[in-house]
C-alpha cells in the first residue's frame, strides 16, 4: 500500500481571507463550509487547506506554486494576479520570453507564474 496526499496545508494569519485569494487565482471555490473566522478554510478541488497559527512567515517558502496560465498570457495573468493582491518579489522573465515572475500572496508566500503552454509552443515552433 502507499499514501496520497489529501491535502496540501499552507500557514497563514488569516485562512479565509488567504484562501479566497487562491480561490479566485485557481477559479476554484472555497469549501461551502468555510467562513471568514474559520481557523481553517479549503479550497475545493485543488487540495490547499489553509490553517490559521500564531505564527507570522518570517523566512522564504521551502515549497511554492509555479502556476501556468491556462487562457491568457504570462504577462496577462500577472497583471491579473497583481490586481487581486498579489505583489512583485523578483521579475526574473527574459527578452527571449523565457524566465518567470515571482510574486507572493497577502500574506508573503511567494509562487511563480510561467509561460503558457500555447508562449511555450510558440518559442519553441520559432
Known amino acids: 500500500m502507499t499514501s496520497a496526499i489529501r491535502h496540501v496545508t499552507i500557514d497563514c494569519s488569516d485562512a479565509y481571507a488567504v484562501a479566497v485569494f487562491w480561490s479566485e487565482v485557481l477559479g476554484l471555490p472555497v469549501h461551502e463550509d468555510c467562513k471568514p473566522g474559520d481557523e481553517e478554510a479549503l479550497i ?53 520570453g523565457t524566465g518567470w515572475a515571482l510574486l507572493a500572496d497577502p500574506e508573503g508566500n511567494e509562487f511563480c507564474v510561467e509561460r503558457s503552454a500555447a508562449e511555450r509552443a510558440a518559442t519553441a515552433a520559432g
Request: hydrophobic share 35%; aromatic share 4%; charged share 35%.
Open 44 to 96: 475545493e478541488g485543488a487540495g490547499l487547506l489553509f490553517v490559521t497559527v500564531p505564527e507570522t512567515k518570517t523566512i522564504k517558502n521551502r515549497v511554492h506554486f509555479d502556476l501556468e496560465p491556462q487562457d491568457r498570457t504570462r504577462e496577462e495573468e500577472v497583471e491579473r494576479l497583481l490586481a487581486l493582491g498579489a505583489t512583485l518579489v523578483s521579475d526574473m522573465r527574459r527578452p527571449d
